[in-house]
Structure formats: structure tokens, C-alpha cells
């Protein structure tokens, strides 16, 4: 279901120092996150050179930074990183890093993120129906 684009009640800046709200999945909406992005972007004229090739690029590089992170280990070593604070803190560093490149790419376009999202995920509804992939990693 598609999520009614509800009024932004609250302002995300990078220039307060402890907002008096909660930012959490539950309570922020993309919107507000792209807002933020925009803001921090505009205050030191970076929109220049934010060109859609550009945040491509930097987007790819933010992902292979994540992907270090987890380069050579298990597959139960990459589920530990969970328990692991520090390394966990670099991790979430680099999700950040790779989720503010996918935001500025989203003002950059002017895509409707949760609109792409939801009409994506109804293609791959039909394209890997539950019941027939269902605990299958083979395509």
C-alpha cells in the first residue's frame, strides 16, 4: 500500500545540536531525510556539483566502502559484526554514507522514493512468487 504523503511537522537540521524529537526509522519520514539532505547541500552550494553521474559514482564508492568492512569474512564472522560495537559503528557509518548518496541521487532526479520502492516491490511479487521461492536462493 502506497503511504499518503503526510505534512512535515518537524525541521532536520544538521545545525542543531539535540533536536527535542526522537530520529528513528518509526518516526522520520523519507521526506523529512531528503529535506535534511537538501538543507546540508544548499548551505555550502554543493548542489553544483551533484549532478546524477556524480552522486552514481560516489554511491558506488560509498557501497564498496560498506563492503570492506565485511571483505574475507565468514558468513557467520559477517553476522557477528552485529555483536560487535565497534566495528558495528563503522558499519553503520558507511549505511549512512551510502543512504545520504541515495537521497541527494533522489533530489538530483526528483524520484519519489517510496513510490519507486513500492512499484518495485510489486514487480518482484510477481516476478518471485512466495510460494514458489519460498527458502530458495536460486533464481
Not at 519507486?116 to 530458495?136: S, T, V
Request: hydrophobic share 35%; with cysteine.
Amino acid at each position: 500500500m502506497i503511504r499518503n504523503k503526510q505534512p512535515v511537522n518537524k525541521k532536520i537540521s544538521v545545525n542543531q545540536e539535540r533536536p527535542d524529537w526522537t530520529m528513528a526509522d518509526g518516526k522520520t519520514t523519507i521526506q523529512e531525510l531528503i529535506d535534511c539532505v537538501a538543507d546540508f547541500e544548499k548551505q555550502r552550494d554543493w548542489e553544483q556539483f551533484h549532478s546524477p553521474k556524480n552522486l552514481a559514482m560516489g554511491l558506488a564508492i560509498e557501497v564498496s566502502e560498506l563492503m570492506e568492512h565485511f571483505l574475507w569474512l565468514s558468513e557467520a564472522e559477517s553476522r557477528d559484526v552485529a555483536g560487535n560495537n565497534k566495528k558495528l559503528e563503522q558499519v553503520k557509518e558507511e549505511m549512512a554514507d551510502v543512504f545520504n548518496y541515495l537521497l541527494m541521487r533522489t533530489n538530483s532526479l526528483g524520484v519519489d522514493l517510496s513510490e519507486a520502492f513500492y512499484e518495485k516491490i510489486k514487480q518482484n511479487d510477481k516476478k518471485y512468487p512466495a510460494d514458489l521461492y519460498r527458502g530458495k536462493y536460486e533464481l
